[in-house]
């Protein structure tokens, strides 16, 4: 189903939740330029990937594609290349 373990992921944007422990990531493939979503939930070590077809978050499981994800997101943080912002809060009940 997942088709991006042989890709390289380019990290375009990261959103860090506090109130969840996770940060948002977008990416995109650096050969196709397909986009995708991730949760990485950097305390577990767990990242889940956006299913847009199904509507819901994913856990990617496979070990390889994990790993292209995880040592990406590494990468990205290292680097501080690209723009990343921190979620003060979500409640949106004030709007």
Same mark, same amino acid.
């Given at each position: 189903?997942?088709?991006?373990?042989?890709?390289? &992921? +380019? !990290? =375009?944007?990261?959103?860090?939740?506090?109130?969840?422990?996770?940060?948002?990531?977008?990416?995109? @493939?650096?050969?196709?330029?397909?986009?995708?979503?991730? &949760? +990485? !939930? =950097?305390?577990?070590?767990?990242?889940?990937?956006?299913?847009?077809?199904?509507?819901?978050?994913? @856990?990617?499981?496979?070990?390889?594609?994990?790993?292209?994800?995880?040592?990406?997101?590494?990468?990205?943080?290292?680097?501080?290349?690209?723009?990343?912002?921190?979620?003060?809060?979500?409640?949106?009940?004030?709007?």
């Amino acid at each position: 189903m997942i088709t991006y373990a042989n890709q390289k &992921l +380019v !990290f =375009k944007h990261m959103i860090e939740l506090p109130h969840c422990e996770c940060v948002f990531c977008s990416t995109q @493939e650096e050969q196709t330029g397909r986009t995708h979503l991730f &949760l +990485v !939930f =950097k305390e577990r070590q767990k990242v889940y990937m956006r299913n847009g077809i199904k509507g819901n978050w994913e @856990e990617v499981t496979n070990p390889e594609e994990h790993n292209v994800v995880w040592d990406g997101f590494e990468n990205a943080i290292t680097e501080r290349k690209i723009p990343s912002f921190v979620a003060s809060s979500t409640d949106l009940a004030s709007l």
